[in-house]
């Protein structure tokens, strides 16, 4: 069972949750990084608490380091979000 943490920040108060690497069955894209994580690789989960749609899956340092760097990333309207 993941734990699940409440995290104050800048732009709100988060809800996070460790996913091991056994949890971990597909993969998905950190909106930090744009890169991949890969099944089986530990991450975390985080969203707006009481706003479930903003929900994310972050590399664990990139979610750490989010509010040091901006995002210049710019998907196009049809890039998948996962």
Do not use: F
Not at 3 to 17: A, F, P
Not at 21 to 44: E, F, N, V, W
Not at 58 to 81: G, L, M, Y
Request: net charge positive; hydrophobic share 25%.
């Amino acid at each position: 069972m993941a734990l699940e943490e409440i995290e104050e920040h800048s732009d709100g108060t988060y809800c996070v949750r460790r996913i091991t690497g056994s949890s971990s069955t597909k993969p998905y894209r950190c909106p930090g990084c744009d890169q991949m994580i890969p099944m089986a690789t530990p991450h975390l989960v985080a969203w707006l608490e009481h706003d479930v749609e903003t929900r994310r899956h972050w590399h664990t340092p990139c979610w750490k380091s989010r509010s040091k760097r901006h995002q210049k990333i710019e998907r196009t309207r049809n890039a998948p979000k996962y």
